[in-house]
Each structure stands twice: as C-alpha cells, then as structure tokens.
C-alpha cells in the first residue's frame, strides 16, 4: 500500500483523541498529531468535521473520518497486522457492545462524579458510576485484559479510565476504586498502563492534573450560575 | 450455521424491524419473539439484563443486544447480500451516519414529538438541522448504500412509516417533499419494496401506539409540580 500521510486532529488531554494514538502506535502507523484549540476552533477542524466540529478526527489519503470508535473500526480495517477486534463475528458484537456502554454511560457518570461538589448530588454520581464500573468489573474476571491475553479494541476504549480515574478521585476526595471491591479492575489498569506504547503516550501527569482543576472549577462555577 | 435464530422484538419499534430487515434481506430464517414492553419478560431480562430492552438477536444461545451492533454482527455471520460496502472509508462513513441518524434524527424527532409550545418549535428546529445532513448524504444516489439498499437504508429505515405517524399525532411536519426532495424520494421508494413493507406494522397499530404514548407524556406533564 503506498505510504499516505496520517494525521490526527485532536488534543493533548483528550481521552478520546488518546485512544486513537494508542491505537495508531499499536499497529505501528507512522502519524503526525495536530492539537487543536477547542475554545477557538480552527478552520481546519470546521472543514474536516463540519457536523459535530470535535476531535478526533483521522486524516488519511484525502479523506476526515471523525468519532473516536467509527475511527478505531477504521484503522482496524485499513491496517491488518495486530488486530484490535478479534475475528469471532459473537466475540466483536460484544467488544462493540461494550464500548457503546462505556461510551454512553461512564463517559458521562464518572466525569458527572467531577463536576459536582454538594453532598448529596456528589453522592448519588458516585453511586451510578460504581454501579457501571461493577459492571465492567465483571466482564474482566478471569482476564488481565478485556481482549483476554492481550491488548484489544475494548481496553483501547476503556484505558482513559485506568489513567483519568486516579486524578479524579485524588481532585474530588472520593474513592470509586478500590483493590478489595474492584480486584479486576485495579489488576487491569496497573497492566494496561504497563504496556510500553501506552505508557509513552500518556499526558504528562502535573499538566494533566493542573488542566483537571482548572476544567473542575469552570465546571462547577459554571454550575453556580445555573441555579 | 444451522443455529436457531430469534428475534425478540416490538413491531412498535423502528429499532427492531432493521434486525428484521437485515435478516430477511439476507435470507435466514428466524422466529420473532413479541416483548410486551410494559411488562418485561424473564427472558428478556435474561437476554439484555445491562439495558433490558428490545431489540435482542440470539443466535443458538448467544444474545446480542442494541440495533447497530445487531447489524453488525448479522452482515459478519451470513454474507450474502452485504450490509456494508467493502472500502474501509465507505463502511467508517456508513457507521457515522447511522450513529448520527440515531442520535440527531431520531432522537430529534422524538423530541419534537414530545414538546409543546415554544419548546416544540425549537425541538424541530434542531430535527430539521439534522434531516438537512441526511438530505446531503442521500443527494444524487438511489439509495443511502448507492444502487442497492445498504446498513443506512436499514437504519433510517422507520423515516418513512414511523415519522409520518410522528407527524400525524404530534402535530408536525418534518419530512417536507419541498425542503428535502431527496430524502422523501428515498422514503416514497424504500417504503414500496416488498420485504421491506411485509415487516411494517399497520399504520394504525402504530397511531394508537403513539397517541396512548402522547396521552400518557401529556398527562405526566399536566401532573408536575
């Protein structure tokens, strides 16, 4: 195949636009990265997500491809060598099923977790967002990675919350995971975060916490003004 | 192959008759199992115990929720008569219109469909935004898959015999022949092939259906506080 140019739209703290790099990196495809400005939006990201105007977005041979998990599919088809979807058609539908979960329901409740600070709203986040995290506990019993022996599409998925877990719960005071309730997941963020592509890509973790606060407190003075 | 397949389903729901149109398209046979959605089966609790809803696809004894997935997995298990196109970039824009026609379209009518007033107006506002993108990706082509119905066909499928009752109950008009030519040609064809029409419900199943549904809504909200 002849070598055209992959760029990736995306943001240096963005969960989403990591799991594209993580995915790029494992299958060993050379990319350019672009951090774009979301509070000013360029041209170039208007032009290549016009719809949604959001990172990421992949650019490869004249072509945007943008939402993260259209874009993970994607790669995994474009480029063979280590396949994130394992071949089974019953084993995909539940690896995609699975990400549509974590996509719909943690990507919300565990940053819902950060941006509330009264007592009882606070409480109830937590509560939903333990309940969707025994969930995925139970999916990797028996497992050191959600793809079994190793990595796969879902742990390419689910790995902002092995990193981006920790700093919320250290920023809010509030502990989701622990190893005695969550000895599945514990195990699995300590392995998915040992993995060398996916440890050389990770934000550099006093800018990334410096960044959460700030992003906390518009968060929740914006909150404020809303009642 | 010879596995049992079962769909359990409402023929209420344009999100179960795809499952039933991918199936037919492709020719397998399958028995459909009618959830009666106010009163859960232990079956269907069984099946999709994380969301509880229809539609399921259990093929031998694998369940396989949510309608894109489903999709998905029947165009991966029986190749005949193909789903999604073969080039990498067409299969990725297929996939993201679906997911938009979902979220924007659907969702967006559903929306409207609910709201009253000046909420109502702006609910179809932001629908009709979204009719405008899928008018721009039908543009030009027979179908959403090109000369053949394709996964786009299927999955905005409900346009033609569920949005018009939509419509008709909720007091709207969304599908405008003058502002989306395209899209209603599209509708006026895909809604006259005859496996696709043999899965539909009777238009009046579904205008009781939705005016029970509207009832209910408007009583709930004559009830707040």
């Not at chain 1, 299958?27 to 672009?34: A, D, M």
């Not at chain 1, 995609?96 to 977790?113: H, L, M, Q, S, Y």
């Not at chain 2, 028995?31 to 999709?48: G, T």
């Not at chain 2, 018009?164 to 008009?173: A, D, F, I």
Request: net charge negative; glycine share 6%.
């Amino acid at each position: 195949m002849a070598r055209e140019e992959v760029t990736l739209l995306g943001m240096w703290a963005s969960p989403l636009a990591l799991r594209i790099e993580w995915a790029l990196k494992c299958k060993g495809i050379w990319y350019k990265c672009i951090d774009e400005d979301l509070l000013n939006k360029s041209q170039r990201l208007l032009t290549h997500n016009p719809i949604h105007k959001k990172i990421p977005v992949l650019l490869h041979g004249g072509k945007s491809i943008p939402e993260s998990l259209v874009i993970l599919e994607y790669i995994d088809e474009t480029w063979k060598q280590n396949p994130l979807l394992p071949e089974d058609p019953y084993e995909r539908a539940m690896a995609r099923f699975w990400a549509k979960f974590v996509d719909e329901k943690c990507w919300t409740t565990i940053p819902g977790v950060f941006g509330n600070e009264r007592g009882d709203e606070q409480e109830k986040s937590k509560e939903k967002a333990i309940e969707e995290l025994r969930i995925l506990e139970k999916q990797l019993e028996g497992k050191k990675f959600f793809g079994g022996e190793s990595v796969g599409f879902l742990d390419i998925v689910c790995g902002w919350i092995a990193y981006w877990l920790p700093f919320i719960e250290d920023i809010t005071g509030l502990k989701l995971v622990d190893e005695t309730s969550f000895p599945a997941l514990s195990a699995w963020f300590k392995a998915y975060l040992s993995v060398p592509w996916v440890k050389e890509l990770l934000p550099p973790p006093d800018k990334l916490r410096a960044h959460l606060i700030t992003f906390r407190q518009k968060l929740l003075s914006s909150r404020l003004l809303n009642i | 192959m010879g596995e049992e397949v079962k769909v359990i389903g409402s023929i209420k729901s344009g999100f179960c008759v795809r499952v039933e149109w991918a199936l037919k398209l492709k020719g397998v046979e399958y028995e459909y199992i009618k959830e009666d959605l106010r009163n859960k089966s232990p079956m269907l609790l069984k099946y999709n115990p994380v969301h509880k809803k229809v539609p399921v696809l259990v093929h031998g004894d694998k369940p396989i929720p949510e309608s894109l997935v489903i999709l998905e997995y029947i165009d991966e298990t029986w190749k005949d008569n193909p789903l999604l196109p073969e080039d990498p970039y067409e299969r990725a824009m297929a996939r993201f219109w679906a997911k938009y026609a979902d979220e924007k379209c659907m969702f967006g009518a559903w929306e409207a469909f609910k709201a009253e007033g000046e909420e109502k107006e702006k609910a179809m506002e932001s629908a009709l935004e979204s009719f405008a993108f899928l008018e721009k990706a039908i543009k030009g082509k027979k179908f959403f898959g090109g000369e053949k119905m394709g996964f786009l066909d299927l999955v905005v499928g409900w346009i033609p015999h569920w949005l018009s009752v939509l419509e008709e109950v909720g007091g709207m008009k969304m599908l405008d022949a003058e502002k989306f030519p395209s899209l209603h040609e599209w509708a006026e064809n895909f809604i006259q092939i005859p496996l696709i029409k043999e899965c539909i419900p009777p238009r009046d199943v579904l205008v009781n259906h939705f005016h029970a549904t509207f009832s209910s809504l408007r009583s709930l909200s004559a009830n707040k506080p």
